[in-house]
């Protein structure tokens, strides 16, 4: 199994991987707190509403980076390896993700 690869529920991650992914929840966490703020000082609803969307689409290129990862190098090597539960996860994490 490759170094970089999941096993036992857990993945390594090459730097580049962790700050991308960081990257983009650090950027979610600011925006998290500057809707706390708006609550805080009684913003517009509306105002607050656009802030939440934008919070969403910021987690959801997180999800998306997290997953293409995911395909690129655990679900890929496991396949390679002969091991098709890996095809089995991967359609439950799909259905669950797509709720």
């Known amino acids: 199994m490759e170094a970089n690869c999941c096993g036992k529920r857990k ?3 090459t730097p580049e991987e962790k ?3 960081l990257d983009r929840l ?3 966490e600011g925006q998290i707190r500057g809707i ?3 609550v805080e000082t009684d913003a517009y609803c509306p ?3 656009v802030q939440v ?3 969403t689409s910021a987690l959801n290129s ?4 997290l997953l293409a990862c995911h395909i690129k190098s655990c679900v890929k090597s496991d396949i390679s390896a002969g091991n098709d539960e890996a095809i089995d996860e991967f359609v439950k994490l799909m259905q669950r993700l797509m709720k």
């Open 11 to 13: 993945k390594i991650r």
């Open 26 to 28: 650090k950027r979610a």
């Open 47 to 49: 105002d607050i509403l």
């Open 53 to 55: 969307s934008a919070v």
């Open 62 to 65: 997180f999800n998306r980076e």
């Open 36 to 38: 706390e703020k708006m």
């Open 19 to 21: 700050k991308v992914l």
